[in-house]
C-alpha cells in the first residue's frame, strides 16, 4: 500500500526558513529541536492553522468568509481533518469539575431523568416520575390474558376522603391487602394502607386502550399515580406528575443547582456550606439512581463510576453515549487518574493530572483518519505514565490516524516512526529542518545534535559531588523534610501525590524564616502585550541612560517620552499597540506603517545610541544586546544569566505571550534573581519541561554554577532525567512523603520494571 504524505512547501512561519517537508500520514511523528528552533511554529501556527482554516471554510461555505492567517506555507496535498492541543495546561473554568469536562455529569442527568428516584424532602420517600410509554411497555410485556388489578393511592387517607369517592361510585378498594366493597361492607376502623380499585383489567385485545382511559382518570383522583398488580404479585408503582406517591408533595424534579453558591460549588477555593462543593440542591443530591444517591455517585472515584455506568448500558437510546463514556474511563484507568472523582474540581487538579484529562478527552474521540496534533503530551507526567501515553497515541495510529507530536521526551523520540528535527539554535538561527528521516534511517545518517545524545556523543554531564554536606530537617503539615544544603533537591511523584504541596510548604516555611528564595512562578505573565524588554524591567533600566543622551536633551524628551504606555511616549498611529485591527467580517491585523510594530513614537525610535537607533535596538538578541550594553553592570547582569541559561537568542522585543513554557520558566527564573541582592534557596517548578536535552544540559550547568556560590537548589519535577541529576531525593506518595535520601539509594529499591525504564534516560547522564 502507498504511503501517503502531507506536503508543504516555502514553509516561512516566524523563524521557519522556507524548507520543504513531507510528513507521513498513519504514522506517529515526532518534532524535537532546541528551545525557539519552531517546532509549535510548524505544528500548532501552521498545520493546524491550515486545518482550522479549511474546517471554517466548509462551515461557511453558504456566505462571503475570509480566513486570515499568520502562517506562510503551501499545502500541495490535501489534509485530514486536524485536532490539536497547545502546549502547557488551558486555563479552565477553576470550578468546573472532573465530571463535567469528561461528560460525566451529563449522562447522569439524563440518567437521573429516565431512572432516578426523585427524594421527598416532605416524607423522605423516593419516587420515580415516569411518561406514559413506559406504562405501556410494562403492559406489552404481560403474557396474553394476564389478569392485573389497576390500583390508585387516595390524595387523603380519611374516612370523609373515602366517603365522598364511595359517593361518586368508586366502591371498591384494597386496605392493608384486602379487597374490600364499600357498598357491602363497612370501612374498618383502623386501616394504614388504602387504594381504589379502579379496575380489574386483562391483558387483550382492546386492553391497551381501556388502559391508557384508566391513565387518564388517575390524573383527577392522585396527580397521575396508580399502581399495576397481577394476581400472581407481580408490580410495578407510575408516576405520571411529578408528585410524591407516599404523601402526594411536590417534587422539584430536575437537575437543579444549589441555590446558595448558584451550581459553582466554591467560592474562592472554598467549599459551599450548603451543596458541599457538589453544585446541586439538597433533594436532588438526596435522590438516587440505582443503589446510589447522587451524592455518592458524584464522590465515587472514576473507576467505581464505571462500574456503576456499566449497569445502564442497555437503556434504549443511551447505548451508543454510555458506551462512549465507558470506553473513556477504561483508558483513565489506564492511564492512572481512575483514582479522581467525577466532583474533583479542576483547581485541585495537579499539572500532570490536568495533561492526562486534555489527553484523555481529545484522544478518546472514536476517530479515525484524523491528524492529531500534540505539543508536549508528557508535561508533568512521571516515567511510568510517559510510556502509558506512548502506547495511546500508537494504539491511535493503529486505528487509523496520524500523530503529530512535538516533544523531547528521549523515549519518545526514540519510539517513533518518523523524527523531525529542527535547529540548529533558537530564534533567528533556529528555524532550520535539520533532519527528517524514518526510524532507524534518522538514527543512522548524518549526526545531528539529537542523535548525538542518543550516540553518546554528547551527554549532560553530572558533576561528583561528595555525600557531606548540612542538612536542614524542616517540619512541615504533611511530615518532616530534608533538604541538602548548597545541593540540587528534587521534590518527586506521581501526579496528585502532593509532591506540589511539599514544595510549596517548603517555600512558605523558608519565607517565614525570613530566608532570601526565588521562585520562578508563571502565573507573572498576565501582560499579553509585554515585550521580553519590558517583563525583564530591563527598558525601565535603559530608559534611565536614554534619556541622558544629547538628542534626547535637545528635544525635551524624559521618561514619559520612553514609555509604551503614556501619551508622551507611544506612537499616535497606533496608540502604543504596534499594530491596528479593522473589524469587519472578521478582525484583521495589520501592522502599523508608523512604528513598524516597535510602538513608540517616532522622535524616540530614531534617537541613536552607539551608532544604532533605538528602533534596532528593540530589534536586539539577548546576545547583542549584550554587546552593545556590557558597561551598564545591571543591564549586563541580566543579560549575562539569559546567556548562560540558554535564552540569548530572545529578542528584546519579543511578546511574552509566543514563549514556550521553558522559555517563560527561565525567563521568570531569571527575572526574580536578579532583582535580589542576595539569594540562599532557588525554588523551580517543572524547569525540564518542554527543553531538549541540549537547554536542559545548559540550564543544569548554570544550576551548577549558582550552586556553588553556594545556592540551594529545591526542585518540582516528574521528567526521568532529574532524578539523575539531582543530589537528594524527596518522594511523596498518596500526600505522604515516603523516600528521602540520595538518588542512588531510591532507584535501588524501585521495582526492576521501573529500573530499566529509568535506565533508558539515564544513558544520557555522565559523571565526571
Not at 390500583?151 to 368508586?170: D, H, N
Not at 503530551?377 to 512521571?382: D, I, M, N, S
Not at 517583563?535 to 541622558?548: A, I, K, M, T
Not at 554554577?705 to 540551594?712: D, F, G, I, L, Q
Amino acid at each position: 500500500m502507498k504511503k501517503e504524505y502531507l506536503e508543504l512547501q516555502q514553509v516561512s512561519t516566524h523563524n521557519l526558513k522556507g524548507f520543504n517537508l513531507q510528513i507521513p500520514l498513519n504514522s506517529l511523528v515526532v518534532i524535537t529541536g532546541p528551545s525557539g528552533s519552531g517546532k509549535s511554529s510548524l505544528a500548532i501556527d501552521t498545520i493546524a492553522e491550515e486545518g482550522k482554516s479549511r474546517l471554517l471554510k466548509v462551515l461557511n461555505y453558504d456566505k462571503e468568509f475570509y480566513v486570515t492567517t499568520s502562517y506562510q506555507a503551501m499545502f500541495s496535498s490535501s489534509i485530514p481533518p486536524v485536532f490539536a492541543l497547545a502546549q502547557g495546561v488551558r486555563n479552565w473554568f477553576p470550578y468546573k469539575t472532573v465530571g463535567e469536562f469528561l461528560g460525566l455529569v451529563k449522562v447522569l442527568e439524563v440518567l437521573f431523568l429516565l431512572e432516578g428516584e426523585v427524594f421527598c424532602a416532605s416524607c423522605g420517600a423516593f419516587n420515580r416520575v415516569h411518561s406514559i410509554s413506559q406504562v405501556i411497555s410494562w403492559y406489552e410485556t404481560l403474557k396474553e390474558g394476564t389478569k392485573f388489578y389497576f390500583l390508585v393511592p387516595l390524595l387523603e387517607i380519611t374516612p370523609k376522603a373515602i366517603e365522598y369517592l364511595v359517593s361518586q361510585g368508586f366502591v371498591k378498594y384494597l386496605i392493608d391487602d384486602r379487597e374490600i366493597d364499600l357498598s357491602e361492607e363497612q370501612l374498618p376502623q383502623s386501616f394504614n394502607e388504602v387504594f381504589l380499585i379502579l379496575d380489574r383489567m386483562v391483558k387483550e385485545g382492546n386492553g391497551r386502550d381501556r388502559l391508557v382511559e384508566n391513565i387518564r382518570i388517575s390524573f383527577s383522583l392522585s396527580n397521575g399515580r396508580f399502581f399495576l398488580k397481577t394476581t400472581e404479585g407481580l408490580q410495578a408503582q407510575f408516576s405520571l406528575r411529578p408528585v410524591c406517591f407516599r404523601c402526594g408533595s411536590i417534587l422539584p424534579v430536575g437537575w437543579f443547582y444549589c441555590k446558595t453558591c448558584g451550581g459553582r460549588g466554591y467560592k474562592q477555593k472554598v467549599a459551599c456550606e450548603t451543596c458541599n462543593g457538589l453544585k446541586l440542591r439538597e433533594e436532588v443530591l438526596k435522590s438516587r439512581i440505582g443503589d446510589f444517591s447522587i451524592e455518592e455517585i458524584l464522590r465515587l472515584d472514576l473507576k467505581t463510576f464505571k462500574d456503576f455506568l456499566s449497569r445502564f448500558s442497555k437503556i434504549k437510546g443511551l447505548e451508543t453515549f454510555i458506551k462512549f463514556l465507558l470506553y473513556k474511563l477504561e483508558q483513565a484507568e489506564f492511564l492512572g487518574i481512575a483514582y479522581l472523582s467525577p466532583s474533583t474540581p479542576v483547581f485541585k487538579l495537579s499539572v500532570g493530572e490536568k495533561k492526562l484529562i486534555e489527553v484523555l478527552q481529545v484522544l478518546t474521540a472514536d476517530l479515525t483518519h484524523c491528524l492529531f496534533i500534540l505539543d508536549e503530551p508528557t508535561l508533568g507526567l512521571e516515567v511510568e505514565q510517559r510510556f502509558k501515553v506512548l502506547e495511546f497515541l500508537k494504539n491511535l495510529v493503529k486505528k487509523g490516524n496520524s500523530l503529530l507530536v512535538v516533544e523531547h521526551d528521549p523515549f519518545f523520540i526514540y519510539q517513533a516512526d518518523f523524527i523531525i528535527e529542527l535547529g540548529v539554535g533558537g530564534g533567528e538561527k533556529g528555524g532550520y529542518l535539520v533532519k527528517a528521516d524514518f526510524n532507524p534511517l534518522y538514527f543512522e545518517k548524518n549526526r545531528t545534535l539529537t542523535s548525538d545524545y542518543f550516540s553518546g556523543e554528547k551527554r549532560i554531564v553530572k558533576k561528583e559531588k561528595t555525600r557531606e554536606a548540612e542538612m536542614l530537617d524542616l517540619s512541615l503539615s504533611l511530615g518532616r523534610v530534608k533538604i541538602l544544603s548548597n545541593r540540587i533537591n528534587l521534590i518527586y511523584g506521581r501526579p496528585g501525590s502532593g509532591k506540589t504541596k511539599v514544595f510549596n510548604q517548603l517555600f512558605e516555611f523558608l519565607v517565614n524564616q525570613d530566608k532570601q528564595v526565588v521562585f520562578s512562578d508563571l502565573s507573572v505573565f498576565r501582560k499579553k502585550e509585554d515585550w521580553v524588554i519590558q517583563y525583564l524591567n530591563l527598558w525601565d533600566l535603559l530608559r534611565e541612560v536614554l534619556v541622558q543622551l544629547p538628542s534626547a536633551r535637545v528635544k525635551g524628551l524624559s521618561k514619559k517620552h520612553f514609555s509604551f504606555t503614556s501619551k508622551e511616549g507611544v506612537c499616535v498611529g497606533c496608540k502604543g499597540k504596534g499594530k491596528k485591527i479593522y473589524k469587519e467580517e472578521t478582525a484583521i491585523e495589520v501592522l502599523c506603517e508608523e512604528c513598524l510594530g516597535k510602538r513608540l513614537s517616532l522622535e524616540v525610535l530614531n534617537l541613536e545610541y552607539k551608532g544604532f537607533k533605538i528602533f534596532e535596538v528593540l530589534d536586539f538578541t539577548i546576545e547583542e544586546a549584550f554587546q552593545v550594553f556590557s558597561n551598564l553592570p545591571k543591564v549586563k547582569e541580566k543579560l549575562m544569566h539569559l546567556i548562560d541559561i540558554g535564552l540569548g537568542y530572545l529578542k528584546l522585543s519579543q511578546e511574552v505571550q509566543t514563549l514556550s513554557g521553558g522559555e517563560k520558566s527561565r525567563l521568570s527564573l531569571i527575572k526574580n534573581l536578579t532583582e535580589k541582592k542576595q539569594v540562599e534557596y532557588v525554588f523551580l517548578e517543572f524547569p525540564f519541561e518542554g527543553l531538549h536535552l541540549e537547554d536542559i544540559n545548559r540550564l543544569y550547568q548554570w544550576i551548577e554554577k549558582m550552586v556553588a556560590k553556594p545556592v540551594t537548589f529545591i526542585i518540582l519535577e516528574t521528567n526521568p532525567l532529574a532524578v539523575f541529576l539531582a543530589d537528594f531525593l524527596t518522594e511523596v506518595q498518596n500526600q505522604k512523603i515516603i523516600f528521602q535520601g540520595f538518588f542512588e539509594d531510591w532507584l535501588k529499591a524501585q521495582p526492576e520494571t521501573l529500573k530499566e525504564k529509568f535506565a533508558f534516560y539515564q544513558r544520557f547522564v555522565a559523571k565526571f
